[in-house]
């Protein structure tokens, strides 16, 4: 399979951010995961846009834009243009999800579904056709270094049973280290975020190998 691993920049040091996405580039990540917090949604604050911008001029890897926050409309064009391959927003932020992921989609990006851990599989049901991926949470937004909570990898699974024969990508993000990457993969994953486990490493490129390796082993 094609498995990809998207280092999570909220671990990465903020004072030297290109440098950072260069050297996981470097490490070997697939796609390099950004997390947009407004301070509502979820009690932190991180960045917008303009940032994103920037981090764009300075990596080839796609970006994966996670918005966490209370209303995502408006910032879905501007980071459209800043060149992000994935936008995700939260079920449970959106009065209006369906119009969101048309938005999204319209701007180019692959559009995908965030659901918190507390939230119902159920809430996906209806907009299953227009999503080009599903970021499950493995922790509750906000913060990184929490703990995987373990009910995750049956969500998987079941999620994955949801989406039948279809494409639809599965992100899981949160708490993901070597320990659990092969259960999330066998329970249907196909993208692991991964912020301590590889920023938090002093060798990234073996970090990333190891989630690989443990990740795909038969
Ligand atoms: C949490 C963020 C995650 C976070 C993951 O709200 O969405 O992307 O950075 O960090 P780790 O891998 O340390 O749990
Ligand atoms: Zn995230």
């Known amino acids: 399979m094609n498995l990809k691993i998207s280092p999570s920049l909220l671990s990465a040091d903020f004072g030297r951010?290109?440098?950072?996405?260069?050297?996981?580039?470097?490490?070997?990540?697939d796609m390099l995961h950004l997390d947009l917090m407004d301070g509502h949604f979820v009690p932190n604050l991180t960045f917008g846009p303009p940032v994103v911008r920037a981090i764009a001029q300075h990596t080839r890897l796609p970006l994966d834009a996670h918005l966490m926050v209370e209303d995502p409309n408006p910032l879905i064009e501007p980071l459209a243009k800043t060149g992000v391959a994935w936008i995700s927003v939260h079920a449970e932020a959106c009065r209006h999800l369906h119009r969101s992921l048309d938005l999204i989609r319209s701007s180019g990006a692959a559009a995908g579904v965030a659901i918190n851990p507390a939230s119902p599989l159920c809430m996906l049901e209806e907009i299953l056709d227009n999503i080009d991926f599903v970021l499950l949470m493995s922790?509750?937004?906000?913060?990184?270094?929490?703990?995987?909570?373990?009910?995750?990898i049956d969500k998987i699974r079941?999620?994955?049973?949801?989406?039948?024969?279809?494409c639809t990508e599965i992100v899981v993000d949160g708490g993901v280290d070597h320990?659990?990457?092969?259960?999330?993969?066998?329970?249907?994953?196909?993208?692991?975020?991964?912020?301590?486990a590889?920023?938090?490493?002093?060798?990234?490129?073996?970090?990333i190998e190891e989630l690989k390796r443990c990740a795909l082993k038969a």
């Open 198 to 207: 590889v920023f938090g490493a002093t060798d990234r490129q073996s970090a």
């Open 179 to 196: 320990t659990n990457a092969h259960a999330l993969v066998k329970a249907g994953a196909t993208t692991l975020v991964a912020g301590t």
């Open 17 to 29: 951010i290109a440098e950072e996405a260069a050297d996981v580039e470097k490490a070997g990540a």
């Open 139 to 152: 922790v509750n937004p906000g913060y990184g270094g929490q703990s995987f909570i373990t009910s995750s």
């Open 158 to 166: 079941r999620l994955r049973s949801m989406l039948g024969k279809s």
